[in-house]
């Protein structure tokens, strides 16, 4: 069992850039293909990003692609998400999620999550 704690958030104006962080703690993160999905109030959960176990293989919702960098350091039991050029609408509370083998873009097919972080773009 991993236990995920993401920090990171905060307010940012629009056009502007925040690093969240996903830290892991319980079992090694290299164990674990990660995702980043997000809430916004009255909407939905949806997929951001998410990264294999090893890195390697990457994917982006097609709202963040180019602006966003999803990236991990196993050595440091970490997953990150790089927000460049910020827009109001990614406004939201952020999730980290861990599941065993592959990732995907399905939020149910995740194992664990962390309490989440909210992120507010101001315009």
């Known amino acids: 069992q991993v236990q995920l704690v993401e920090s990171g958030g905060g307010l940012v104006q629009a056009g502007g850039s925040l690093r969240l962080s996903c830290a892991a703690s319980?079992?090694?993160?290299?164990?674990?293909?990660m995702g980043w999905f997000r809430q916004a109030p009255g909407k939905e959960r949806e997929f951001v990003a998410r990264?294999?176990?090893?890195?390697?293989?990457?994917d982006y919702a097609d709202s963040v692609k180019g602006r966003f960098t999803i990236s991990r350091d196993n050595a440091k039991n970490t997953v990150y998400l790089q927000m460049n050029s910020l827009k109001p609408e990614d406004t939201a509370v952020y999730f980290c999620?861990?599941?065993?083998?592959?990732?995907?873009?399905?939020?149910?097919?995740?194992?664990?999550w962390g309490q989440g972080t909210q992120v507010t773009v101001s315009s």
């Open positions: 999620a861990a599941r065993g083998l592959v990732s995907t873009a399905r939020g149910g097919d995740y194992d664990y």
């Open positions: 990264i294999s176990r090893l890195g390697a293989g990457t």
């Open positions: 319980g079992r090694t993160l290299s164990s674990y293909a």
